[in-house]
């Protein structure tokens, strides 16, 4: 039986997904973590502090040694990093092999560009590592231009859980036809997100269309809740917007379900999990037109894509014209289905990394 020990942030979403498909796949499972969480059925070797994934927090340097006691007492045959420039600084600092890091997004398409020692650490940890995983085209070419020779990449978007997408996108015949239209945003709070925006033009729809109710459900958290908040009730929108908070899988995924649009409108993002989950559900996407989105969305097609920055007047005419466009919307949903059953099931993605570290451990 392999055993893989993961370093990552154990209340992440991600983390707990990449530890439980291991553990069903009869692998011996660790995890190290910052965060103070526990998953069931892993063993969890928690610290007492946590790394923030933009900078500022070196705690973790002191814990080096201990990180490094214990993973020689898990002994694995690999261990998994997620998120370079964190959880991959310390794989490469207790240098262990083969040491696999995940990429996530912002890691690659946001941290190193903050300044010259960014850049050069996260050009580090990639030169050290025995294979990088990322989860889009996009990603994958930001990485090849730090210019690392005989670099290893595998590229798997991380996909979808089969069961809860079974025919989603054909239950939707109904799409727009009923009273309310319900917006989704999924993104954090932070300035990335432009969930702000999202807000202004829910003031314009229902300033604009009397014939219909729109609601708008935000479900996350992060640093700019409170001034969200307080645009809410300046904008009078309070019977109108719902702050759900952060949700378990489960809670998310019935709330999606719940919904008509989803709106994903950051600046900078790789492939997200939560807009591949949308597709397969049935919900109409309407993202910012970025690499990461453009690799599964082709505006007209299966979506809509935006430039960021715009404005509100601009979505909020964009989700009006689509009101009536019923067909064009049950056939994007359609698409949706097939694409995201064919491209982006969890397991059959998930597979393939599998095996790939199963050759590593050989080698």
């Keep these: 039986m392999p055993k893989i020990c993961f370093l990552g942030d154990s209340s992440s979403t991600h983390i707990k997904r990449w530890c439980q498909y291991f553990k069903e796949k009869r692998w011996e499972v660790s995890l190290i973590s910052f965060s103070s969480e526990k998953i069931q059925g892993i063993d969890c070797y928690n610290f007492s502090t946590k790394i923030k994934q933009y900078g500022g927090n070196w705690q973790y340097l002191k814990y080096l040694f201990k990180i490094k006691r214990t993973v020689r007492k898990i002994n694995p045959d690999i261990i998994n990093s997620?998120?370079?420039?964190?959880?991959?600084?310390?794989?490469?600092?207790?240098?262990?092999?083969?040491?696999?890091?995940?990429?996530?997004?912002?890691?690659?398409?946001?941290?190193?560009?903050?300044?010259?020692?960014?850049?050069?650490?996260t050009k580090g940890v990639l030169k050290k590592v025995s294979l990088i995983t990322s989860d889009s085209n996009f990603m994958t070419n930001m990485?090849?231009?730090?210019?690392?020779?005989?670099?290893?990449?595998?590229?798997?978007?991380?996909?979808?859980?089969?069961?809860?997408?079974?025919?989603?996108?054909?239950?939707?015949?109904?799409?727009?036809?009923?009273?309310?239209?319900?917006?989704?945003?999924?993104?954090?709070?932070?300035?990335?997100?432009?969930?702000?925006?999202?807000?202004?033009?829910?003031?314009?729809?229902?300033?604009?269309?009397?014939?219909k109710k729109y609601i708008l459900n935000i479900a996350n958290k992060g640093i700019e809740e409170s001034y969200l908040k307080t645009l809410v009730?300046?904008?009078?929108?309070?019977?109108?917007?719902?702050?759900?908070?952060?949700?378990?899988?489960?809670?998310?995924?019935?709330?999606?379900?719940?919904?008509?649009?989803?709106?994903?409108?950051?600046?900078?993002?790789?492939?997200?999990?939560?807009?591949?989950?949308?597709m397969g559900i049935g919900l109409y996407p309407i993202v910012s037109n970025i690499p990461g989105n453009r690799e599964w969305i082709t505006n007209g097609v299966n979506g809509?894509?935006?430039?960021?920055?715009?404005?509100?007047?601009?979505?909020?005419?964009?989700?009006?014209?689509?009101?009536?466009?019923?067909?064009?919307?049950?056939?994007?949903?359609?698409?949706?289905?097939?694409?995201?059953?064919?491209?982006?099931?969890?397991?059959?993605?998930?597979k393939i990394i599998e095996n790939k570290y199963k050759e590593l451990i050989k080698q």
Excluded: C
């Design 82 to 121: 997620h998120y370079l420039t964190s959880y991959g600084l310390v794989g490469v600092l207790i240098n262990f092999k083969p040491h696999v890091t995940s990429t996530w997004g912002s890691d690659i398409l946001a941290t190193p560009f903050r300044n010259k020692f960014y850049y050069f650490l």
């Design 304 to 350: 809509s894509l935006i430039l960021v920055p715009l404005q509100s007047e601009q979505l909020s005419s964009l989700i009006l014209s689509l009101i009536s466009k019923k067909d064009y919307i049950k056939k994007a949903l359609g698409f949706n289905f097939k694409l995201i059953n064919e491209k982006a099931i969890w397991k059959n993605n998930m």
């Design 143 to 211: 990485i090849l231009n730090f210019g690392i020779k005989k670099i290893k990449i595998i590229t798997q978007p991380m996909g979808v859980d089969e069961d809860i997408i079974k025919n989603s996108a054909y239950d939707r015949d109904k799409f727009f036809t009923n009273k309310e239209v319900k917006i989704l945003s999924l993104r954090a709070m932070k300035k990335n997100s432009n969930v702000d925006l999202i807000i202004k033009t829910l003031r314009k729809l229902i300033d604009a269309d009397k014939s």
């Design 233 to 278: 009730k300046t904008l009078k929108l309070d019977n109108s917007v719902n702050f759900l908070g952060f949700l378990n899988r489960e809670k998310l995924i019935s709330e999606m379900k719940r919904n008509d649009i989803y709106i994903s409108i950051p600046i900078s993002d790789s492939t997200s999990v939560s807009l591949l989950e949308a």
